[in-house]
Structure formats: C-alpha cells, structure tokens
C-alpha cells in the first residue's frame, strides 16, 4: 500500500542524499559521452587512424613461406578507411593547413585510389571539395568509394595514365588543375608524391609501431614501391634505430597489374624517395603476385589486396637465415579489388 504525506497528501519526501543522487544521477544521463581509447570509444573516425597509441595489427604469416621463415604483416586496412594512405592523407592536411595552404580552397590530387578514398573522407569531415584524377582502368570498387564520399572523379584514359602507377600522366592532370589560370587560387594539391609529410606519417607512426611491435627484434623490412613514403619514412626510423636491419622493396614489371605499386623504370621515381635506405629490390610480376595473395586468402584466411601478394611472394623468395624477422606492409585489404579477382578467377575457369 501507498502510504501518502498525512499533512500534504504527498508522498513523504525524500531525504537530503536521496534528492542529491537522483539529480547527479539525472546529469549523468543528459551529458553526452565522452571520447574514451581505453574503451575505444571515439568522438571522430578521424581518431581510429592508427598512431604508436593505436596501431594496426601485426600478424604471423604461418602457412606460406618456407619451413623456418618467421615474418608478419602489420595489416593496414584496419585503419578506418581501409588502407595504410589513411595515415599519409592525415599527416598531408594536417601539413597543409599548419602551412596555411587550405584557406577555403577545394583540393586536388593523383590518386590510384586509396589515398583519394582516405583524402576524401577527411575532406568530407570537413565539408571540403575534393577532385582526383585516377587511371579509368583502377577497379570499379574505388571509383564507387570515391563518389560516394562526394569527390569529383576524373577517369583519366589508361593510354594516359596506365592502371598500374598511377603514371605520370595523372600527376600531371591533377597538376594542370591545380595550376590553370583558369583556376587560380581555387585548388590546393597535396601531391603525395612529393611532399615530405608523407614520409613523416610513416617516420612517426608505422616505424616505431614496428620497432615496438616487435620488440625491437625486427633484422628485414619489406614494403613496396608505389609514392615511396612509406619505404622511406619506415626505413629512416629502422635504420636510425639499428643500421643493419635490412629495408628490401618490391618492384612489379612493366605494365602490371598491381594497383599502388610502380614500376620505375616505366614512370618517374617520386622525388620523396630516399634510396640511401634501400638494401635490395625484388622483382614480382603479377602472375606470381596474385597467386601469393590468392593462398594468403585460403591459406591464412588474410582478405588482402594484390600488392600484398606481391610483397609476401617478395618475402617468400628471402634467404630465413639471413631475412631473421620478417615484417611486410600489407596496404589494403581485398574488398576494393573484388572485380579484379572475380576477372582472374572467371579466367582460370576457363582455361581449366
């Protein structure tokens, strides 16, 4: 039964800490949630890009190389945006703006798809245009992720600008628009290539995500060519750290198929590349690349891109004994090439 004020008619009043609970605990509910990493809890995607507080994994390849092999992958496409060009794109505007190259103007830039895909979804956080040029041949998976994040897409024909770099010839478009007089002061080019702020992504984050990870066991580094940030930046760090760890990169053939990777003796090697870090380059062609991504799906159960097949087959051809530990970049995962896979598998089902 109820039993009501006797004086008022009212049910008894609470006491003092009763009252004072029931209000902290009604603030409590009307405050919004605060940001909080130990419970990875994020107030902008922004923040899941991996930095040495949140890095991407590193996982053990167990089933593909040869007997006594010990190497890993520091598996990119966990950043939010699905490759490593998260962290490239992150550190180009966050350069840009601390130049005070941004203002209001929209951006520009040759992309082969993941730091256009990553460069737009930064841009889109910040209600920010952004136009790339990219090879009409790069798979229709990245050209659909680019429209939906609202950029400007300009296929550029693959007699131009060939579907493996992209070439010169993108870099030049996303220049010509950037520098028309016609546009003057409307664009800002982040140009990837380039810019030293790409090599500092990796400089300040992969490497010592690597040198850490690995407990500062780490004797090989594999990554391949394609802007050369990453090479250069890791391979700085891990060389700075201890000189005779070995930085090894992947080069694919002329006229490949390997979205991201380039070949350079077929295009202009970025002018950010350091070689003084390079201790060896390998040669993958697309056959075998494909191949070694096809068994790291149904061996390691790794949903990985192409260019990872190529520096896993890379690593594979390693000497274990002088290689010691073994970490690759795997830079994206395999959802964006689904076309490209579906067009090879369809092919050997024919041949068979």
Request: net charge neutral.
């Amino acid at each position: 039964m109820y039993i009501t004020n006797s004086a008022a008619g009212q049910p008894p009043a609470q006491t003092e800490p009763q009252q004072d609970r029931t209000a902290a605990e009604r603030r409590a509910r009307q405050e919004r949630l605060r940001p909080d990493a130990s419970r990875r809890r994020y107030g902008s995607v922004r923040d899941l890009i991996a930095s040495p507080q949140n890095p991407t994994p590193l996982v053990r390849l167990s089933r593909v190389l040869p007997s006594g092999a010990e190497a890993h992958l520091k598996l990119e496409w966990f950043n939010p945006f699905g490759s490593i060009k998260d962290r490239t794109a992150l550190y180009l505007l966050e350069g840009m703006r601390r130049r005070g190259e941004l203002g209001g103007r929209e951006l520009v830039e040759a992309t082969s798809g993941n730091t256009g895909i990553a460069l737009a979804a930064l841009a889109a956080l910040e209600g920010k245009k952004l136009t790339v040029t990219i090879p009409s041949g790069a798979p229709q998976e990245k050209l659909t992720l680019l429209r939906m994040l609202g950029a400007e897409v300009m296929a550029t024909p693959d007699d131009l600008c060939p579907v493996d770099n992209p070439s010169d010839g993108a870099i030049a478009l996303a220049r010509a628009v950037a520098e028309s007089p016609a546009h003057r002061g409307r664009y800002a080019m982040p140009n990837q290539y380039a810019n030293p702020d790409n090599v500092r992504a990796h400089y300040e984050t992969t490497g010592p995500e690597i040198w850490e990870q690995t407990e500062g066991r780490v004797r090989t580094f594999v990554a391949g060519f394609g802007t050369c940030g990453t090479i250069t930046g890791v391979g700085r760090f891990l060389k700075e750290r201890d000189p005779s760890i070995r930085v090894v990169a992947v080069e694919p053939q002329r006229g490949h198929h390997l979205p991201g990777l380039k070949n350079l003796q077929e295009a202009k090697a970025p002018a950010i590349l350091d070689r003084s870090v390079l201790d060896d380059v390998v040669r993958v062609d697309d056959g075998p690349a494909y191949a070694m991504a096809r068994r790291l799906f149904r061996e390691e159960a790794l949903i990985v891109g192409p260019s990872t097949g190529a520096i896993v087959e890379a690593i594979a051809r390693l000497e274990p004994a002088e290689s010691g530990l073994v970490v690759g970049i795997s830079p994206d995962g395999g959802h964006k090439y689904a076309s490209f896979y579906a067009e090879r598998l369809d092919a050997e089902e024919v041949a068979r």
